[in-house]
């Protein structure tokens, strides 16, 4: 089991200026930031993240709202942080997340949910290698 996990701040909650308020609720939550960067993801690089998704009807739909505006991307760092975390962010549906989740308080819905957080210790290996390199990770 790692201890760090990856997330972005997706570009509804970026342009609604909730960028800030995300990142109090994940120090509150006792996530220790070891890389972050603001970035506007191009249609290719959005494409090559959500890869996996590529045969899906909501392909395009995705690649297209990701790369619409800046995303924070970082890697967070806890004990147990892809379970920790994936419970701080909350239902991908906001109408059925818990309250006290990021999703709650920040989505709009579920193509607009305010962040991406990784579902798995390998997952998040591969996310963060994609947005940072070594000597970025601290």
């Known amino acids: 089991m790692t201890n760090r996990t990856f997330t972005m701040i997706k570009p509804d909650a970026t342009l609604k200026g909730n960028t800030g308020g995300?990142?109090?609720m994940i120090n509150k939550a006792g996530f220790r930031i070891v890389a972050m960067k603001m970035m506007h993801l191009s249609a290719e690089k959005a494409?090559?993240?959500y890869g996996v998704h590529k045969e899906r009807a909501f392909y395009g739909e995705l690649v297209e709202f990701m790369s619409r505006g800046a995303i924070t991307?970082?890697?967070l760092?806890?004990?147990?942080a892809v379970e920790d975390f994936r419970k701080l962010i909350g239902a991908t549906n906001p109408a059925q997340a818990e309250e006290g989740t990021i999703r709650k308080k920040y989505a709009t819905s579920i193509g607009e949910n305010a962040v991406h957080g990784s579902d798995s210790d390998e997952n998040a290996q591969i996310e963060g290698d994609f947005f940072f390199s070594k000597l970025e990770q601290f």
Request: cysteine-free.
């Open 22 to 24: 995300i990142l109090d």
């Open 47 to 49: 494409g090559e993240f």
């Open 73 to 75: 991307a970082a890697i």
């Open 77 to 80: 760092e806890k004990e147990n």
